[in-house]
């Protein structure tokens, strides 16, 4: 889902006209908020208005001398802050619930789903007091994304460490690429699946690789744009599309008959299962990297990560609407819940088809801004190191948009289940961007300060680190692995 973002305030305190110049020029990626923020030589004002908000107006210099005045909006207040990183945390995965109780087991699922939300809160805050530590040591700077944090902890860090910062930064933007392109992916074929078997309903009989064919053109077309105004405004019909076919996948399945018995499903499960369990919970839970844009736009940032603030307060609401929806799809089709549980309504029923076609309209009107994520990661790079690509910079993207489109459409193509693609880049690249990343960062953060680096902060960070490395290393096999048996 996209996130739409106002620009990052600065830290003003009271309500005085404050002008502050700053000189260094930095372009900042807010990884996958797809946000570039460049700023240049600027001179920014800030105004307090009647209700206490600061609005900004900003004077910036280009290259060539120009200057040019833009006034931007104010800040985003707790509940816009909630609200944005609820959108940004409930996708695809979220219809993929009943097929990660399915792993988990009823009891299994229903513990360790807490549990995984704990920890990915606790690393979120890791990440956040890294970050913040690295923005207080360098002059100038006002807020590091989730790669710029790795870095800039890396290059304070010991000096032995130092010598990774700009690797531990690849590292990190090569997940969230390899994040956004499974997002792509995934999003092909959970269209193509119930586009399918509505059309198969109503007579047209075409083969799954051709309903993708055909989806293929009308996502192409707004892929190709360059700007991401063309694409944002489909953002909000695309939630609403997804939130109405999960509400009503959910009142079909209570109104289907009678619930079977909770004792008719299995309450745990086995070693292989339970690491499809992991890759899909971390698949869903995948938005670490919304945390630092989100907190740096908020009027107040220290309210983002207290007790009952944005954080803890989003990650409860999202974890109790995943074992909501995983606990009633597993009770209702058991061992038959599919990948997304729209597949599992009866095709026969108008009423279903409606569903499906919405639900999958809603996951295609998201594609191009999941798409468009993924490309402000790679474009920047490619235009710094290609003199083609500064010659012609509009014309060399596009034709980079129309290749990562077919790769896209390619992987999509030949990947067998949905849910099994959802376990394989969850175990593999949500594990390390939500765990291990963070953990490091907080090693490397504690080994600056003497003594910081105590028993219980050794043996939690080393606990995490386990499950994280078992969690990737079993969930990325038993994905391969079933991956392969659907090809036999």
């Known amino acids: ?161 130092r010598r990774m910062s700009r690797i531990m930064k690849l590292i990190v933007e090569m997940f969230l690429c390899v994040t956004q392109f499974g997002f792509c992916a995934i999003y092909f074929v959970f269209i193509t699946e119930n586009l399918h078997q509505v059309l198969q309903q109503n007579g047209v009989d075409i083969s799954m690789s051709m309903v993708m064919l055909i989806t293929l053109l009308p996502a192409m077309i707004p892929s190709l744009m360059t700007n991401l105004k063309y694409i944002s405004p489909v953002s909000a019909f695309a939630n609403v599309a997804l939130l109405f076919g999960l509400i009503a996948t959910l009142s079909i399945a209570f109104s289907d008959g009678p619930m079977p018995a909770v004792s008719d499903r299995h309450l745990f499960t086995s070693g292989s299962q339970l690491s499809l369990f992991f890759g899909t919970a971390l698949f869903s839970y995948e938005g670490i990297a919304l945390i630092l844009p989100l907190r740096n736009s908020m009027r107040q940032p220290e309210n983002f990560s207290t007790r009952f603030g944005v954080l803890n307060s989003t990650m409860f609401f999202t974890t109790a609407l995943f074992m909501f929806t995983g606990f009633v799809s597993y009770v209702r089709w ?84 949905l849910n099994l693609f959802i376990s394989l880049i969850g175990a593999l690249c949500s594990t390390c961007l939500a765990f291990v990343i963070p953990v490091l960062i907080d090693f490397v953060v504690r080994a600056q300060v003497p003594k910081g680096l105590g028993h219980w902060s050794y043996a939690k960070n080393l606990l995490i680190l386990a499950v994280a490395l078992l969690g990737i290393v079993t969930g990325t096999y038993q994905s391969i692995v079933e991956i392969i048996r659907e090809f036999k």
């Open 334 to 417: 058991g061992e038959d819940v599919a990948g997304s549980i729209t597949l599992n309504l009866v095709v026969e029923d108008v009423f279903s088809q409606v569903v499906k076609v919405v639900a999958a309209l809603g996951v295609f009107l998201g594609y191009p801004i999941q798409f468009f994520v993924m490309m402000k990661i790679l474009w920047p790079p490619l235009k710094r190191s290609n003199s083609c690509a500064q010659k012609y910079p509009i014309s060399m993207q596009v034709v980079l948009r129309f290749f990562m489109v077919m790769m896209t459409f390619g992987v999509a193509l030949v990947v067998p289940q």
């Open 1 to 161: 889902m996209h996130l739409k973002l106002p620009p990052s305030p600065s830290p003003f305190h009271t309500q005085q006209e404050q002008q502050q110049s700053v000189s260094e020029q930095k372009a900042i990626e807010a990884g996958e908020m797809g946000r570039t923020l460049e700023i240049t030589p600027v001179t920014v004002t800030t105004t307090a208005t009647s209700n206490g908000d600061h609005q900004m107006e900003k004077q910036t210099t280009d290259v060539e001398g120009n200057s040019s005045q833009v006034k931007r909006r104010h800040a985003t207040s707790n509940l816009e802050a909630a609200t944005h990183l609820f959108k940004g945390s409930v996708g695809a995965g979220l219809f993929a619930m009943g097929d990660c109780f399915k792993n988990g087991g009823l009891a299994g699922a229903t513990i360790l789903l807490p549990i995984i939300a704990v920890m990915c809160v606790h690393c979120e805050r890791m990440l956040i007091r890294g970050s913040v530590l690295a923005v207080e040591r360098t002059p100038g700077a006002t807020f590091f994304d989730y790669p710029e944090t790795v870095e800039k902890c890396f290059e304070y860090g010991p000096r032995p460490l």
